[in-house]
């Protein structure tokens, strides 16, 4: 029961607030019982208390776009960057969704770091040829 997990972390928290790895357990816990905002409140309150994890903001903004909502997930991506400036994947997918929102001009420069990050990417040949054509625009 994801619920009842959840609480009694928030109760740990509530004795414990500077036990950082609870909060991300806490934000697995309400992305899998699908409380994306309860979510995001525990990465910011995790934030606060200095948990400072890539890895949860990614997921976080990842779910976010696979529920189609691109222009929340911008700014988790963006603190994801903040915290872990070297993944071609978190890259990738705050360009990805960029482009969702007819943002291609904005997800240019994040191509191109992907690129400098991740040369040998599996789809270089198609973001390279994106960038190309957003140049000559």
Not at 22 to 44: C, F, P, T
């Amino acid at each position: 029961d994801w619920e009842a997990s959840a609480a009694e972390l928030e109760a740990v928290l509530v004795l414990e607030p500077q036990r950082k790895p609870v909060y991300g357990d806490l934000v697995a816990m309400y992305v899998q019982s699908d409380r994306l905002d309860a979510a995001i409140d525990a990465l910011e309150r995790g934030d606060a208390a200095g948990f400072q994890s890539a890895t949860h903001w990614y997921s976080v903004a990842a779910r976010l776009v696979k529920d189609e909502e691109y222009e929340r997930s911008l700014a988790l991506f963006a603190k994801a960057i903040e915290l872990d400036p070297e993944s071609a994947e978190i890259e990738r997918s705050l360009a990805a969704a960029l482009e969702k929102l007819g943002r291609e001009d904005e997800a240019i420069p994040h191509l191109k770091r992907y690129l400098e990050l991740k040369p040998d990417a599996s789809d270089s040949q198609a973001v390279t040829a994106k960038i190309k054509a957003s140049e000559a625009g």
